[in-house]
């Protein structure tokens, strides 16, 4: 089968989506599968076969990721020359425009992964920002109700308004979760609505021993406890949270944990300074973003995984972390509630600081179910490996192919079967 990807950011960008395309992509490589991503250009992108790169504006956002340009015409003449079996898109704006229009036009099946719970995000867009932080200025009163207001029919009609209308112009939509099933047909889509998560590479069940050692050594110093979490550092990701957490957890059990927060963005510099006004300069450690080719030797230096997010569509780095052993306490929210199961891999609680604190101190306070909860995260990661979310992929993309409308014949290839459009 021959598949186009489409994507607004991949290498060497970090985040969710391009962790999520790439790990699909290799796996459906491995089985057999022609993958063809096509991905914006980056100034220090590295070259890498079956990887198209299409143009961008020169202006990289704060977060890292580059704005695509809406129509670049080499995307179709390369497209065209692929013949290509069913496209899969992973965003429903800019390149997933173009998805939609190759698909119309060529006949190619689009199916369409809902990555991303954008009416959650639309303070970053231009001019919303200056909307957002007037909605909560309390000495302007009147100005705080109209950008309120505005806020919210954005994000409870015109933002959902907007994806429905893409996701049912595709002939499949996938969700990384039930949750997120029930979500986006609770909201009206009508298309066909299916399950596939992102998948951990075998990679994170094989632990190097000695780098992971090296980095607690490094990075522990005279403490007892090493934690971490793995975020885009913005507003929806919740940082703050969690500082104010460790806040409460120093009080409660002295000065004998490490906290490293790995990732970039936006709020980096604000986030500092709160460590510094709080007194947590020894507690606290900022790192950029890691290369998810090592960032597994990091999850295995640490004792626990600190979550606060409420944004998720999947808990991507929860599963990672999970994969290393490490037991999660978490805010309960999407794309963590069919992740974490209280008492067998780590705990999820409420919007409250205390809980969350004493959620913690549940954990490493008790040796033998510390041990337990890792053994469960363990075995909850191995259920998403990316062998087994490609396979059911490539289902999925069959399922497409026949409900479009195209007639297919399969042949006997050797040992194989190959699909041939007739």
């Known amino acids: 089968m021959r598949i186009a990807m489409l994507t607004n950011n991949y290498k060497p960008f970090i985040a969710g989506v391009p962790i999520s395309v790439e790990r699909l992509s290799n796996s459906l490589r491995e089985q057999g599968h022609e993958v063809y991503v096509f991905a914006p250009t980056y100034k220090n992108q590295v070259e890498e076969e079956g990887v198209i790169r299409y143009r961008s504006c020169k202006k990289t956002l704060d977060s890292g990721a580059v704005v695509p340009y809406i129509f670049d015409l080499e995307v179709e003449r390369k497209f065209k020359a692929l013949d290509i079996d069913v496209i899969h898109v992973h965003h429903p704006n800019f390149i997933g425009w173009m998805g939609r229009y190759l698909g119309k036009k060529y006949n190619v099946p689009v199916v369409y992964t809902y990555h991303t719970r954008y009416e959650q995000y639309i303070h970053h867009i231009k001019g919303f920002d200056k909307l957002d932080e007037m909605s909560k200025q309390e000495d302007t009163l009147f100005a705080k109700h109209i950008a309120s207001g505005i806020l919210k029919v954005m994000r409870e009609k015109v933002v959902p308004k907007v994806i429905n209308q893409y996701t049912n112009q595709c002939d499949m939509v996938f969700a990384p979760t039930a949750l997120m ?229 399969r042949f006997k290839e050797g040992e194989g079967y190959k699909l041939y459009q007739i």
């Open 181 to 409: 099933k029930d979500l986006l047909l609770k909201e009206g889509i009508k298309a066909s609505v299916e399950i596939l998560p992102t998948g951990l590479n075998e990679q994170f069940f094989e632990e190097d021993v000695q780098k992971s050692h090296e980095i607690r050594q490094h990075y522990i110093g005279e403490k007892k406890y090493l934690f971490c979490t793995v975020s885009r550092l913005d507003k929806e990701k919740n940082i703050e949270f969690i500082i104010e957490g460790l806040e409460k957890l120093k009080q409660k059990i002295g000065d004998v944990f490490r906290l490293l927060i790995i990732g970039e963005g936006a709020l980096k510099e604000r986030l500092q300074q709160m460590v510094k006004a709080l007194g947590l300069e020894t507690n606290v450690v900022f790192l950029n973003s890691i290369p998810n080719e090592v960032i597994k030797n990091y999850y295995s230096a640490c004792d626990l995984f600190l979550f606060a997010s409420k944004s998720e569509t999947q808990g991507i780095v929860l599963l990672e972390a999970m994969a290393a052993k490490n037991p999660v306490v978490a805010i309960q929210a999407s794309g963590v509630v069919e992740v974490v199961v209280n008492g067998m891999n780590g705990y999820m609680t409420g919007d409250n600081i205390e809980e969350w604190v004493d959620r913690i101190l549940t954990i490493i306070s008790d040796s033998d179910q510390f041990e337990a909860l890792k053994i469960g995260a363990y075995d909850t990661a191995q259920a998403y490996s990316t062998a087994k979310v490609a396979e059911r992929a490539v289902g999925y993309y069959q399922q497409a192919i026949y409900d479009h409308g195209s007639l297919y014949m």
